[in-house]
């Protein structure tokens, strides 16, 4: 893996930094400090993030749940309250998500996903009628790479999917409606505007990944899951990272919105009252809707399932974005851009099985060769490498 001089540096400036950061580690105290560890938040810090609207109720202690690591550094805190915070029904517990250890944060800044996750809290959520999660506080440093996220506890009344989750149609449906939903929202141009210069485009953050070894790793990964990729497909293994780069350019000539980018069942959820709804916001960008909607039908579904509903799928998402007011083209056109957007879900994907060294262990093995066998057999079927446009 070969980073650039602009990269090496970065690399090197956040480590120095992380090793100050650790050398004067303390506890906080203001809202505005960022802990670096979980255990040094204390009863202050939560209070005036958790009391400031509720007069004489303080935060006497907490503890922390068990770590639970990924690209972020997760925690579930419960909380005690003084008997004024007890009656105001003050929340007894949080997730804190985070960049703590060094490799989250080296990740965080090189890709710039604390800084989106905080823009979508704190800027973009209220402005989205979906079933997501909200924040209670969000914040990051920029040249630390350290940031924090205290999120409102769902454990009680939402149940995370799972690669195995049973996907019905309904639930199906109900994922590419809220997408039809956040697109549409953002698909006007004064709502564009309005959030100009806060995310990036979906090329630039995929040129960010690239910066961690992607093309090289992606490779392995495809050429390790040929147990699970149909023989045809990986026939033509060397056409496959050329048309995954295809897929990002014609983000470039295609009209854009806001997109979650990483859309895979794992990041969905389900409400106790049935509908679903979608978490982890660190990779929202400017980009086409075909990236979103290819890779959460095309990740969710059994292959069977898929080939069974896709059709009527894609109808359903096609309509709930004429009902938000956006101009959607042709069926055939959907479904040609739906296929060329295939490719970058792979992609996330067959790294994940084999992963830079930049890159934290993100998922299970047993997820990662399922998602990777869903998208592979939707490329084959679609013989989506005809769809590309090579000149």
Not at 22 to 49: F, N
Not at 167 to 173: L, V, Y
Not at 252 to 268: S, Y
């Amino acid at each position: 893996m070969k980073f650039t001089d602009a990269d090496k540096e970065l690399i090197d400036d956040i480590t120095a930094q992380f090793e100050a950061d650790q050398a004067a580690a303390k506890p906080v105290i203001d809202p505005k400090d960022i802990p670096s560890r979980h255990d040094l938040i204390t009863p202050e810090w939560l209070s005036a993030i958790l009391c400031k609207d509720h007069p004489g109720t303080r935060v006497t202690g907490y503890t922390l749940d068990e770590i639970n690591d990924g690209t972020s550094n997760r925690r579930r805190i419960f909380i005690e309250y003084n008997a004024a915070g007890q009656d105001a029904g003050l929340p007894a517990t949080v997730f804190a998500k985070g960049s703590q250890d060094l490799i989250n944060r080296i990740v965080y800044g090189i890709l710039g996903t604390a800084e989106v996750e905080t823009t979508f809290y704190t800027l973009l959520r209220d402005q989205i009628d979906i079933e997501a999660p909200r924040a209670h506080h969000a914040a990051f440093d920029r040249e630390s790479g350290k940031s924090i996220i205290l999120l409102r506890d769902m454990k009680d009344s939402v149940s995370f999917c799972d690669y195995d989750t049973e996907m019905t149609f309904d639930r199906a449906a109900g994922q590419l409606r809220l997408l039809a939903r956040l697109h549409s929202t953002f698909h006007r141009g004064d709502r564009m505007m309005a959030i100009a210069g806060k995310m990036r485009t979906w090329p630039q953050h995929w040129s960010n990944i690239l910066r961690l070894g992607m093309e090289e790793f992606s490779n392995k990964g495809f050429i390790a899951a040929e147990s699970v990729i149909p023989h045809r497909l990986f026939s033509q293994y060397d056409k496959i990272w050329p048309a995954t780069m295809k897929a990002v350019e014609q983000h470039f000539q295609l009209p854009q919105t806001v997109i979650h980018g990483d859309v895979h069942l794992k990041n969905w959820y389900v409400t106790n009252e049935g509908q679903m709804g979608l978490s982890d916001w660190q990779g929202p960008t400017f980009g086409h809707w075909s990236r979103d909607i290819a890779y959460a039908m095309c990740a969710a579904l059994k292959v069977e399932d898929r080939r069974a509903w896709e059709a009527e799928l894609l109808g359903i998402y096609v309509e709930a974005m004429r009902e938000g007011g956006v101009e959607m083209p042709p069926m055939d056109k959907v479904l040609t851009l739906f296929r060329r957007q295939l490719f970058t879900a792979l992609a996330y994907w067959t790294v994940t099985l084999r992963h830079p060294p930049t890159m934290p262990d993100m998922q299970p093995e047993d997820a990662t060769v399922e998602f990777i066998k869903r998208i592979a057999h939707a490329i084959d079927d679609h013989e989506a490498l005809n769809s590309v446009v090579w000149n």
